[in-house]
C-alpha cells in the first residue's frame, strides 16, 4: 500500500513556474512507476508525464515537453514536477500517481495508487 500527498499547487501568473511534490509514504516507493496527471475543468484527465522506478527514463506528453520536468528522490519518498513557462491552458488539479507495473504507461487505469490533487491555476 502506498499513500501519495501532493504539495506546491497554488495562483501563478503566465509564464511563471512552480514546483510540485509528491510524497510517498511505504518502503517500497523507489519499485514503483510515478505519474503526473492533471484535470481540467470540463475535460478529461490527461497524462503530464511519468519517470520509472531508477529515475533513469523520463516521458512527457506533447503538451508540456520542453516546459515541464519530472524528476524523483528515492531516499525521501518523493517526486516533484518543475513546471516552467506556464500557461493559462496548464490550469488543473494535478494529481501524482505510482505503478506497481515494469512498463511506463501514459493510461491512467494503468496506475494503482492516487494522491488527492492539488490545485494550480495560472492567470493571463
Known amino acids: 500500500q502506498v499513500q501519495l500527498v501532493e504539495s506546491g499547487g497554488g495562483l501563478v501568473q503566465a509564464g511563471g513556474s512552480l514546483r510540485l511534490s509528491c510524497a510517498a509514504s511505504g518502503r517500497t516507493f523507489s519499485r514503483y512507476t510515478m505519474g503526473w496527471f492533471r484535470r481540467a475543468p470540463g475535460k478529461e484527465r490527461e497524462f503530464v508525464a511519468a519517470?520509472?522506478?531508477?529515475?533513469?527514463?523520463?516521458y512527457y506528453a506533447d503538451s508540456v515537453k520542453g516546459r515541464y520536468t519530472i524528476s524523483r528522490d528515492n531516499a525521501k519518498n518523493t517526486m516533484y514536477l518543475q513546471m516552467n513557462s506556464l500557461t493559462p491552458e496548464d490550469t488543473a488539479v494535478y494529481y501524482c500517481?505510482?505503478?506497481?507495473?515494469?512498463?511506463?504507461?501514459?493510461?491512467?487505469?494503468?496506475?494503482?495508487?492516487w494522491g488527492q490533487g492539488t490545485q494550480v491555476t495560472v492567470s493571463s
Open positions: 519517470i520509472r522506478w531508477s529515475g533513469g527514463s523520463t
Open positions: 500517481a505510482a505503478d506497481r507495473g515494469l512498463l511506463v504507461s501514459t493510461d491512467y487505469a494503468s496506475y494503482d495508487y
